[in-house]
C-alpha cells in the first residue's frame, strides 16, 4: 500500500492484558481499527472499558500482546522503544488529561523541545512555537512555567507542543477530564478547528457530548468496539460542536 492512500492508522486484532496485584485486566480483547487521513475519530464508553490503554496501544506507549499497528502503511511490529520515540516525534502528537508538560520548563520550551529532538533547527522551531501559541492565545506566557497557568492554559500549551512538528495522527485522551466547562468548550473548539484544516484526530473519552464532536464514533465495551458509526453531524456540517459549546459553566 502506497503511503498517500494508506489509512494514517490500522490495527489489527490488538490484545492487551495488564497483570497487576489482582486478577489480570482483558483491558483490550481484539481491536481492528483503521483510520483514514482527516478523520476525527472518538473512541467512546465506560470507565475501565479499556479506552485509555487502546489509545496507548496505537500511539506506542504499550506493547500490545498480541497484533499489529501501521502508520502510514508502514507495520510497526520491529519497532523497539528508540524507534517509537523517533516516529511519535514525527507521526503522532498526544495530549493527555493532565497535560504531562514539563513543570520546570516554560512554556516556550515545552512546545520547542519535541521539534528540537526531531532535528528540527532551533530558529524554525521557535517560529514554529511562536505561531502555535499565537493561534492557541498564549502570546505572552511564553516564559510562564506550566504551574502558572490555568488547566485550560496548560492543555493549550499540550496541544501546540503534540502540533508543533505537523504530526499526521494527533491523539487525545480525554483531553478535557481535568477542565471546568469553558476549558472544556475551548478545547473542543480547538480540536475542532485543526479537524476542519485537515488534522486526523482520535480522541478517547467517556463523554458521549463531546465525542459528538467527531465525525465517527466508536463505542468501546469491556475490550472490544462494540459500535462504530458515521455522524451526520459531525464538525465538517457545522453541527456536532454546538452540542458542546452550549455546555454550561
Ligand atoms: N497499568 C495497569 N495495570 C493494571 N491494570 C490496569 C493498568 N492500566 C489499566 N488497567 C486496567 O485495565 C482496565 C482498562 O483500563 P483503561 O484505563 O484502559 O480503561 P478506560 O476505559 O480508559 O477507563 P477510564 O475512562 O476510567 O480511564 C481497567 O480494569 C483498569 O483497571
Redesign the pocket.
Known sequence: MSESTAPVLRAEGLVKT???EGAP?H??RGVDLSVARGEFVAIT??????????L?LLGGLQRPDKGSIWLDGECTDGYDEARWAVERRRRIGIVFQFFNLVSDLSVADNVELPALLAGVPPKQARAEREALLEELGLTGKERSVPGELSGGEQQRVALARALVNHPPLLLAD?PAGSLDSRGTREVMRLLSRFHQRGQTIVL?T?DARLASAADRVIS?FD?RIVDDAALDGGPSSGKGISGVLELKD
Open positions: 495488564h497483570y497487576g485486566a483491558a483490550v464508553g465506560p470507565s475501565g472499558a479499556g479506552k485509555s490503554t487502546l496507548h480525554e478517547v467517556h468501546f475490550g
